[in-house]
């Protein structure tokens, strides 16, 4: 395993602000807001990063591309993974990194129209930055922001510049 990216104490700081809008409430608020979003917007896909926020959206027939979890939530609540999928790809993802073996699968699975199904054995918060940087222009990555909502980063070419300099700022390792 090869790992890419290591997160840095400063960069885990700035991660811990919303990378998107904001949208706060309860899982049924959230859902039907992104709703609207998703019908007024027609984004070009709609990828999701967490297991209860990629539940919720299948949950509220919202179905993502691509959906990134790890069968945990906040790091100690196992999930089940019952969603249906055309492809399942399984990945090593240590936490605090980003690993070229996630990278991958992000990319194919974003260049495939496959609905792809990636499960981490490790930590999926930081592959938010991956999926953000090769979705294409207006995709919608949506994760879960702990204890407020969910956050919608709508995919710009300002969104994947900021998230190189989030990316150039981590230690790349040589493991």
């Not at 499960?119 to 949506?142: R, S």
């Amino acid at each position: 395993m090869t790992v890419a990216y290591v997160l840095t104490p400063e960069l885990s700081k700035k991660l811990k602000e919303p990378f998107g809008n904001l949208i706060q409430g309860t899982p049924e608020e959230t859902m039907n807001y992104l709703k609207e979003m998703v019908e007024k917007e027609k984004p070009s896909k709609i990828i999701s990063v967490g297991d209860i926020v990629s539940q919720n959206l299948h949950k509220h027939n919202i179905h993502p591309q691509l959906t990134i979890i790890d069968k945990i939530s906040l790091r100690t609540q196992k999930i089940s993974e019952e969603i249906a999928v055309q492809k399942t790809v399984r990945v090593d993802n240590p936490q605090g990194t980003i690993t070229q073996e996630s990278i991958f699968a992000i990319k194919e699975a974003l260049e495939s129209n496959q609905h792809t199904h990636i499960v981490v054995k490790g930590e999926e918060d930081l592959l938010t930055l991956i999926a953000v940087l090769y979705a294409p222009e207006n995709a919608f990555v949506v994760y879960g922001q702990p204890y407020s909502g969910i956050v919608v980063v709508r995919v710009s070419s300002e969104r994947k510049a900021r998230t190189l300099e989030f990316l150039n700022s981590m230690k790349a390792s040589k493991s």
